[in-house]
């Protein structure tokens, strides 16, 4: 099995109802060969950097379809966070493939019986091998519905499953709890998708690239993690690569073949498709191999074979040092609290800096081996001993 079952235990701030209509409502599904795929479209840094966080802790990803289950509903079951550990952000992903793109069809569902509106961010007017013409990913922030440490089988609800050819359905859904503990090692997490409006990346066959940035520790051991929000893989070839700054790419083709924690590839029980075939992918890759020291970026690219995909979003974890988030630290600092600002003495300007600097430590714990402490005081430290706020 392609999925990582084992617990991430690492070291941030912040800073439904109805049935399925026959398989063969589905319209022209049809089975995917090289002879169907066209390769129309290029997707190179198609998504952007949306948040970058440090802390102590890890992160825990889990999916499950939800039309190929014939059902308007899901469980996604999380497991093997340290029961020390505290949540400190749970986004749930999902897809929508519509005869529209400004359908709202499939962006109010349902996580723990609770409503949520999922915010849109990325549509496409194709949709990966299906009849219907649009696609919309969305994401949603359903913290206050995970209870610390974050373990647990969620239920989402009321999500659209497709009749007719072209009728709205939603491939999956996949859950992300980012996680801190006192005790884990420092960690850099980066989350990657398109901006509100921006084109989400479709690809049938066609080329898909996007760069990741970070910056691994400078010294010791280093680890990396990478977690996948893929639609509709199958169990069709494509050419997948994770590339860093060491030797030899981690070769991960035909590794999105439709299966997540919660189903197999091709056990999906009422998929329209053969095999049967589940149309979610929510894969979970140690790229430790390809991380070196000081490293600062990687790419995951695919290009070729005949898999139909959607690409909501991509996240990396990576090990890191207290030199590194000191430097992004203070950046943050300096943006909020910019020098030329009209302060009316230096204490002012210390108060700012001091507050930006809890702003941006708030993911990391007081106790234990988390270095916040030491964290704090490289931040706050060179600026209160600056002349800023102070009369010349």
């Known amino acids: 099995m392609k999925y990582l079952r084992s617990a991430l235990v690492y070291c941030a701030p912040f800073v439904m109802i109805g049935g399925l209509a026959p398989a063969q409502e589905f319209g022209a599904v049809g089975t995917i060969s090289l002879d169907d795929v066209s390769t129309k479209s290029l997707s190179v840094n198609n998504m952007s950097l949306q948040n970058r966080t440090f802390f102590c802790g890890g992160k825990a990803q889990a999916g499950t379809p939800i039309s190929a289950l014939a059902d308007t509903s899901g469980t996604v079951t999380i497991s093997a966070i340290p029961v020390t550990a505290k949540v400190l952000k749970a986004t749930l992903f999902w897809t929508v493939l519509v005869d529209d793109q400004n359908s709202s069809i499939g962006q109010n569902i349902y996580f723990e019986g609770i409503g949520v509106a999922g915010s849109k961010i990325g549509t496409a007017s194709e ?55 006192a005790n884990g090692a420092l960690m850099e997490d980066v989350l990657y998708h398109t901006n509100e409006g921006g084109t989400l990346a479709v690809t049938q066959g066609d080329h898909f690239s996007q760069e990741m940035s970070f910056k691994t520790n400078a010294s010791g051991p280093v680890s990396g993690t990478l977690f996948e929000v893929i639609g509709n893989g199958q169990i069709a070839p494509e050419n997948l690569r994770f590339d860093g700054p060491a030797d030899d790419e981690i070769n991960l083709d035909d590794t999105l073949d439709g299966s997540t924690v919660a189903f197999a590839a091709g056990t999906c029980p009422n998929s329209p498709v053969a095999a049967p075939q589940c149309f979610w992918d929510d894969d979970i890759w140690d790229v430790s191999a390809q991380l070196t020291n000081g490293a600062t970026s990687a790419t995951l690219s695919s290009g070729g074979g005949s898999d139909c995909l959607t690409w909501p979003a991509l996240n990396l974890m990576v090990s890191t040092d207290e030199e590194r988030v000191c430097e992004e630290g203070g950046e943050y600092v300096d943006a909020v609290c910019p020098e030329e600002g009209e302060y009316r003495n230096h204490g002012q300007y210390v108060s700012c800096v001091a507050h930006a600097a809890e702003v941006f430590l708030a993911g990391l714990p007081w106790e234990g081996s988390c270095p916040r402490d030491e964290i704090q005081s490289c931040i706050v430290n060179p600026r209160a001993r600056s002349d800023v706020g102070k009369k010349q």
Not at 135 to 152: F, L, Q, R
Not at 167 to 181: C, K, M, N
């Open 127 to 181: 949709s990966p091998c299906f009849p219907q013409p649009e696609s919309i990913a969305y994401k949603a922030d359903v913290t206050h519905s995970v209870v610390s440490p974050g373990n647990g089988a969620y239920r989402v609800s009321g999500f659209p499953v497709g009749g007719g050819s072209g009728s709205p359905f939603v491939e999956g859904v996949t859950l992300q709890v980012l996680w801190s503990d």
